[in-house]
């Protein structure tokens, strides 16, 4: 069983905003089977010093992509300070970082996080933009 799985009403532990993101994408991709499984805030990353980062989700995609995806969710691109994500990405190359915002009614834009930071132009996630 999934984590994404609905525990009871407000034990959920989620904000609004990553509420909507885990019914209107991670379910229904689960449910699709496009993505195996996913988490909610299940892994810290020691980004420097006493300074930690917390992605909102780890998404473990299909067999076709065998990358951990940690997916960073906001309201908008410049939501948070964009530095803890970037120093995860530098510290942590490894795994896929990504930032998901609401854009138009229910699609999600996605941005790349990279060593080099946050990718200017949005990126095509088919799990996450429905496809």
Same mark, same amino acid.
């Given at each position: 069983?999934?984590?994404?799985?609905?525990?009871?009403?407000?034990?959920?532990?989620?904000? @609004?905003?990553?509420?909507?993101?885990?019914?209107?994408?991670?379910?229904?991709?689960?449910?699709?089977?496009?993505?195996?499984?996913?988490?909610?805030?299940?892994?810290?990353?020691?980004?420097?010093?006493?300074?930690?980062?917390?992605?909102?989700?780890?998404?473990?995609? @299909?067999?076709?992509?065998?990358?951990?995806?940690?997916?960073?969710?906001?309201?908008?691109?410049?939501?948070?300070?964009?530095?803890?994500?970037?120093?995860?990405?530098?510290?942590?190359?490894?795994?896929?970082?990504?930032?998901?915002?609401?854009?138009? @009614?229910?699609?999600?834009?996605?941005?790349?996080?990279?060593?080099?930071?946050?990718?200017?132009?949005?990126?095509?996630?088919?799990?996450?933009?429905?496809?």
């Amino acid at each position: 069983m999934s984590t994404i799985d609905r525990p009871p009403a407000g034990c959920d532990g989620l904000s @609004g905003l990553e509420r909507t993101f885990r019914d209107r994408v991670l379910a229904p991709a689960l449910a699709r089977r496009v993505i195996a499984d996913g988490w909610h805030r299940s892994f810290r990353f020691r980004i420097g010093g006493p300074l930690w980062y917390t992605p909102a989700f780890a998404i473990r995609p @299909g067999s076709s992509d065998p990358a951990l995806v940690l997916v960073d969710v906001r309201r908008f691109l410049a939501d948070d300070p964009d530095r803890d994500v970037e120093a995860a990405a530098i510290i942590y190359p490894f795994f896929r970082w990504v930032v998901a915002y609401p854009d138009r @009614g229910d699609r999600w834009a996605v941005h790349q996080v990279t060593p080099r930071g946050i990718g200017v132009n949005p990126i095509e996630v088919p799990w996450i933009q429905g496809g």
